[in-house]
């Protein structure tokens, strides 16, 4: 009895080579880069408190500007402000942020008029915000996340050092019935993994 099934050099040997090829590489890549992140344990980190801008750029977000705002500006966090960049939005974003305003002194909106001569994406945005900073330190989020508790800016914070500039962090998709819910949140997780992985490796 043989073990390994004898190569021979036609197309179906070719293909089996290339399969065998293939599986070798991810092995190889599972064991580089997730494997370090499978042993992984963080080590107990000291809290730290300094002054800190969260930005949110947001493009027709108002239902998610609407529901998720309150939560990341109810953290329970010493000093931060929170720069909403509203990115040429026709809905009614800017009114729910004016209303929100009214409640939260913390809270500051950037417009970006409607420019044809502009494209849509976030560098714009993301950069008018970073300039309009009233802190050094930055945290972003995506209008369309929300924080898990109102420790989150905390623990987000906890995790810059003197040797750490930039903190990633995991935005896992919400949980609801359906199958096509279960496969996206899969990727996310798999997406979330190589990341991570590779920021462990030195390589983000």
């Known amino acids: ?7 021979t050099f036609d197309f179906i040997g070719i293909v089996f080579l290339v399969f065998c090829s293939a599986v070798l590489i991810q092995l190889l890549y599972l064991f580089i880069f997730h494997f ?11 809290l730290v408190s300094f002054p800190v801008t969260i930005i949110v750029c947001a493009r ?5 500007l ?5 939560k990341i500006l109810e953290q329970d966090y ?16 800017r009114h729910i942020i004016k209303a929100y305003q009214e409640k939260y002194p913390n809270l500051k909106l950037i417009e970006l008029e409607k420019n044809k001569h502009r494209k849509f994406g976030k560098k714009v945005p993301l950069t008018i915000g970073i300039k309009g900073a009233q802190y050094e330190h930055l945290v972003m989020i995506d209008a369309d996340c929300y924080p898990d508790s109102n420790q ?7 995790n810059y050092t003197q040797e750490k500039e930039i903190v990633i962090g995991y935005g896992p ?3 609801v019935k359906g ?9 996310t997780t798999r997406i979330a993994m190589t990341y991570m992985s590779c920021a462990r490796t030195g390589r983000p």
């Open 66 to 70: 609407f529901h998720n705002l309150p």
């Open 179 to 187: 199958l096509l819910n279960k496969m996206i949140r899969v990727d």
């Open 1 to 7: 009895m043989h073990l390994i099934p004898q190569i």
């Open 60 to 64: 027709n977000e108002e239902d998610n």
């Open 36 to 46: 370090r992140l499978l042993i992984y344990k963080p080590k107990p980190k000291e």
């Open 152 to 158: 989150w800016l905390k623990h987000v914070v906890s």
């Open 78 to 93: 010493p000093e931060f402000e929170v720069i909403v960049v509203n990115d040429q939005s026709v809905d009614d974003s």
């Open 173 to 175: 998709y919400e949980r």
